[in-house]
């Protein structure tokens, strides 16, 4: 009675008769050899454990990458509102020009205004709400002061850097963590 191994591509049993074989349900060749010395198909090596610290170090960087992109919507969200309002006022200004000018078309520079405020609104509605869950967004494991230079309103950034200063001025071997 032959060994049987198992077909490389369909995993049909094969009679292990000869040193090239040619499985019976899907014609593949292969060597007998090459069968008997691939590790058994149900049983993978073991992926080797990332290491905690990568792990961790991975966390904080997708959480930073995060919040930065948070951040940046936030502001940008905060700029247009703004520009909304401008425009607001130029077109409730241009209003009040065809308004006493006698000029119908005031309605329409009107309703472009309430337009321009609706979005601004809206705009800045989105800032807050994105500033408060930039609030909430923490990194995973604080194992070590995390610093995200180039968040927020730009003190932080700037506190940040006047720490980098001053660990230039710290001996070596100072630790104040
Ligand atoms: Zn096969």
């Known amino acids: 009675m032959p060994d049987f191994v198992a077909c490389p591509r369909c995993d ?6 000869a040193l090239v074989l040619k499985c019976p349900r899907c014609g593949e060749q292969f060597f007998r050899e090459a069968i008997y010395e691939e590790p058994p198909i149900d049983a993978p090596p073991p992926e ?3 290491d905690e610290a990568e792990l961790n170090a991975k966390r ?4 930073a990458l995060e919040m930065r992109s948070t951040a940046r919507l936030a502001m940008w969200s905060r700029g247009m509102a703004f520009g909304c309002v401008i425009g607001a006022g130029v077109a409730l200004y241009r209003a009040w020009g065809h ?16 337009l321009l405020v609706w979005g601004a ?13 930039l609030h909430t967004m923490r990194p995973p494991e604080p194992s070590g002061p995390p610093r995200f230079d180039g968040l927020g309103d730009g003190s932080a950034s700037a506190a940040s850097r006047l720490d980098a200063l001053t660990d230039l001025d710290a001996t070596p071997g100072d630790d104040r963590a």
């Open 60 to 63: 904080i960087r997708a959480v």
């Open 121 to 133: 609104a809206r705009l800045w509605m989105r800032a807050k709400r994105l500033s408060a869950e």
């Open 99 to 114: 308004a006493t000018s006698g000029d119908r078309r005031w309605t329409w520079f009107a309703a472009f205004a309430a």
């Open 48 to 50: 080797p454990e990332p």
């Open 12 to 17: 049909a049993p094969v009679p292990a008769t």
